[in-house]
């Protein structure tokens, strides 16, 4: 019994040691990076939960451009505005897709402008693009809205008459509120409850991206949908977006006013009927 123990241990370390080989060996022609685990890749690198300077404190050893494993995917991470912006410039068609994710996939079902990819993510983009440019983004034509948003803001803050509070809700719903101005066509009194859980919602998913159970649905997607965690509240509140955005699409479908879109739904659903 004991000389099978010491056998499948001997056996087990001569594994790790070919593994070890194999990476290094795998890795010669690669941008440098901390070691991969079986697994797990290298999420211990950096420490076990994911922190804002999780992918910064290896750019400080390896340099701004390096490589990692994030269970069995590999990445290249680039590192500093400079960086970025070379690569980029240097190589648009590389860089025109964008990376699966398992979790974003189970938040969009590869649909939209965010959540798609290839062929169907340029055809999204570029009607959204054309449609943002009709509704006047970037020209003076949007400005009274952004005025009126601002405006807002100001009489709230005035409204505090100097004391100390927490200016985050307040200017959350005034952003938001543009937004839906040019989505929607219309805008949310900040204490309507269905914009409310819309906001929420968004901050919910917002709060999840990047974080450690984030990094678990990416390596684990079909373990992680059996199991607990804040995964669940994330996934729930794309639901709720979806459910509101379902409501003011069938609002314009019954307004009938595509002859004359008014707004980002107007103009796709225009698009959906050409």
Not at 93 to 104: K, L, P, T, V, Y
Not at 115 to 122: A, P, V
Not at 198 to 217: D, E, P, T
Request: charged content about 20%; hydrophobic content about 45%.
């Amino acid at each position: 019994m004991m000389v099978t123990g010491i056998f499948l241990c001997v056996l087990l370390l001569a594994l790790l040691i070919l593994f070890f080989l194999k990476e290094l060996w795998s890795r010669r022609h690669l941008p440098p990076g901390p070691l991969a685990l079986p697994l797990i890749g290298s999420v211990l690198a950096s420490g076990l939960w994911l922190r804002e300077d999780y992918f910064l404190k290896p750019a400080k050893q390896y340099g701004n451009i390096y490589s990692m494993w994030l269970g069995h995917r590999f990445v290249v991470v680039l590192s500093g505005f400079k960086t970025v912006k070379e690569t980029m410039t240097s190589f648009p068609e590389e860089f025109s897709g964008r990376s699966d994710d398992a979790f974003f996939t189970a938040l969009g079902k590869e649909r939209g402008i965010i959540f798609s990819n290839g062929h169907t993510w340029k055809q999204q983009r570029h009607i959204g693009i054309t449609s943002l440019r009709k509704l006047g983004l970037g020209k003076k034509s949007i400005e009274h809205q952004i005025e009126d948003a601002a405006q807002t803001l100001v009489e709230i803050f005035r409204e505090t008459k100097g004391q100390p509070f927490d200016p985050s809700i307040p200017v959350i719903n005034a952003v938001s509120n543009v937004i839906c101005a040019l989505s929607f066509g219309h805008q949310f009194a900040p204490e309507d409850e269905n914009f409310q859980k819309l906001i929420q919602a968004l901050q919910n998913i917002v709060k999840f991206s990047g974080r450690f159970f984030h990094l678990m649905f990416i390596m684990f997607p079909r373990l992680m949908n059996y199991l607990p965690g804040p995964h669940k509240e994330a996934l729930a509140s794309a639901e709720t977006i979806h459910s509101f955005a379902k409501q003011e699409i069938k609002k314009h479908k019954e307004s009938s006013a595509l002859h004359e879109p008014q707004d980002f739904i107007d103009h796709y659903l225009l698009q959906m009927e050409k």
